[in-house]
């Protein structure tokens, strides 16, 4: 069975599109708008159809690395060609005497002296050229599509995997992407995920297991793994393929008012079971609370009318609409700027606990 978008369904999905780039652009600077307006065209020259935390976040920035340019050249434009250095630590005593720390050490950027982490002694940083090497390994399977900088603390690389783009429906295509993490801060631990993002609505629609998790705390633990890791990304080639043959049966699996119900439910089981709303503070009511009540359902189900107008009631369609609240909309209501936001959802949906819950999600509308 072959499905191509309805003239009038690409339409409103281009009129959502400028719609989100319009909200982006509110109360952000020229530097800024203009870096966002070339990270979307880039972006859209990759082959993908939506804005996205990466086109969003300031920090971030995307590359057309069709010809795979030197990647000192990269390095360069993207300020990655530093290194975290250690410093002594001080501190001052009751009469302004500057007294230095024993157990503690400074780590700061080589350049520019910018602190970037207090650890213990015994703390090693990563540097980012061994990052760089890394790439320089897996070059002939990967191209560079992004760059994510955290106040050159915490890196995001994003990385397409060379030859891995199927379609799921017709004009529906989905990427493999290789991720690599790092961090100067301690925050978190350089890892390498692959990751499935739908194309169309920029959407990260699941993470592939891996059996034995690619962490790496030092140096030495990345040189011992560089000579296996292209048959890691050849292994998980075969293993995306498995996941797009999950999404066609996704696509072709009808559902009820009551499935829905059943995979919200159980999704934030433990957000909704045994806990009250209070209904009234004066009277001190209460009631149960339902999964109703949360704040990602009731955006969730906006989505799902849109989804499931434009693209059928299909267990598809339900983790699209679920992941698209984890991919573009989560946010707290008191953080107002966009690229804050932006930043939050990237690392929670690539190794913060929204990871899982996405994984879920497609686990729950898989077994519909």
């Known amino acids: 069975m072959s499905f191509q978008l309805h003239p009038k369904i690409k339409m409103n999905n281009q009129i959502e599109l400028f719609k989100n780039q319009l909200e982006n652009t509110i109360n952000m600077d020229s530097q800024q708008f203009s870096n966002n307006i070339n990270n979307q065209l880039t972006a859209e020259k990759l082959g993908y159809q939506n804005s996205s935390n ?3 976040f300031k920090g971030s920035k995307f590359i057309d690395d069709t010809f795979k340019n030197d990647l000192d050249i990269i390095w360069k434009n993207n300020g990655l060609d530093f290194e975290a250095v250690k410093a002594p630590l001080f501190y001052k005593g009751v009469n302004g005497e500057l007294i230095e720390v024993k157990d503690h050490q400074a780590i700061i950027n080589n350049q520019n002296n910018n602190l970037l982490n207090i650890p213990k ?5 990563l540097q980012l ?5 890394l ?10 599509e992004s760059i994510m900088n955290v106040d050159d603390k915490r890196f995001v690389f994003n990385l397409a995997v ?20 790092s961090s100067h801060d301690s925050s978190v631990s350089c890892h390498i995920s692959f990751i499935h993002f739908r194309m169309f609505c920029f959407n990260q629609m699941n993470k592939l297991k891996q059996s034995n998790p690619l962490v790496f705390k030092h140096t030495k633990s990345i040189n011992d793994n560089v000579a296996r890791i ?7 080639k075969g293993e995306f393929t498995k996941s797009i043959q999950d999404y066609k049966l996704m696509v072709r699996k009808e559902i009820t008012d009551n499935q829905v119900k059943e995979v919200l ?5 433990d957000k909704w079971n045994n806990k009250k709303v209070c209904i009234d503070r004066t009277l001190k009511q209460e009631r149960d609370k339902t999964y109703l009540d949360l704040v ?5 189900k906006e989505n799902l009318e849109k989804e499931f107008s434009l693209n059928g009631r299909t267990a598809y369609s339900l983790h699209n609409g679920i992941n698209y609240y984890y991919s573009h909309q989560m946010g707290a209501s008191n953080i107002k700027d966009e690229s804050e936001k932006a930043r939050i959802r990237m690392e929670q949906n690539y190794y913060g606990k929204n990871s899982a819950i996405i994984d879920k999600s497609k686990e729950l509308c898989l077994s519909l």
């Open 54 to 56: 990466e086109t969003i």
């Open 121 to 125: 002694l015994q703390y090693t940083t």
């Open 129 to 133: 050229s061994t990052i760089k090497k």
């Open 135 to 144: 790439i320089s390994e897996i070059r002939g399977n990967t191209t560079i």
């Open 162 to 181: 060379d030859g891995a783009v199927e379609d799921v429906k017709q004009d529906d295509p989905h990427k493999l992407r290789l991720v690599i993490v």
């Open 230 to 236: 292209n048959q890691i990304i050849d292994f998980n």
């Open 265 to 269: 439910e159980r999704l934030y089981f």
């Open 296 to 300: 990602e359902v009731k955006q969730i």
